[in-house]
């Protein structure tokens, strides 16, 4: 699945959902968007992607997310529509254990906002 | 250094899971976190990197935030979260109960104070 690129998705930051989501870091929910958030507007919006993508055929139940990097230039504000899109840049297997590297370049009016780097493995904790 | 110790609960992780939308039955079904050879459920990479974000400093400053998920947190795990920062750079742990770190090569970058207010 190296190279696989999956098309831009649209997401909207929601005040409401930005603040259940600070709640649930025990975060003030008046505090803004929390910098994790990046995990819902930029991984989850495309990560979902590829484990819907039955090629990939990625074996969600046993996936564990190894390592996450982000990178901001900015945090996004409520109310912004962002645009997210994510790409598989390594997808391996050794051992009998899967390892995907997966990116998501997220914008707003096609400027950079935030870069995500996401290591998956799947079948490792057997 | 900043600091934060979270005693992680199960009510906790649902409560992530349906905040993120990430619901992985690892994180709220025991007996199918057992079937696929897990202890039982365990927390979200993303909730402790959630809180690691905590202690890295004001989320406008963040530029950078990584880290590796070197062991998991189950229900009922105490963990102390440490952010120790140094010319904008933030090393950042994660330890459990028993001492144990749970991220590894955790580390923050910050954006100067100056840079904040353009």
Known sequence: MTGRVYPPVEFRIEASHVEAFARALGADPAGGVPPTYAAVYALGTTARQLFEDSEAAVDFARLLHREQEFEWERQPEMGEMVIAQGQVTSDVERRGVRFITFESNVSAGGVPVCRSRAVFVIGGAQ | ?118
């Open chain 2, 1 to 118: 250094m900043r600091e934060l110790v979270v005693e992680f609960t199960k009510e906790q992780i649902a409560a992530y899971a349906q905040a993120s939308g990430d619901s992985n039955p690892i994180h709220l079904d025991d007996e199918f976190a057992r079937s696929v050879g897990l202890p039982g459920v365990i927390a979200h990479g993303m909730l402790q990197m959630g809180l690691l974000a905590r202690v890295a400093g004001e989320p406008g400053r963040l530029r950078r935030l990584s880290c590796r998920f070197a062991g998991i947190v189950r229900p009922g795990d105490t963990v102390t979260f440490r952010g120790d920062e140094h010319d904008q750079t933030v090393q950042l742990t994660a330890v459990n109960q028993d001492g144990q770190p749970v991220v590894s090569r955790a580390i923050a970058e910050l954006n100067s104070a100056d840079d904040r207010a353009r």
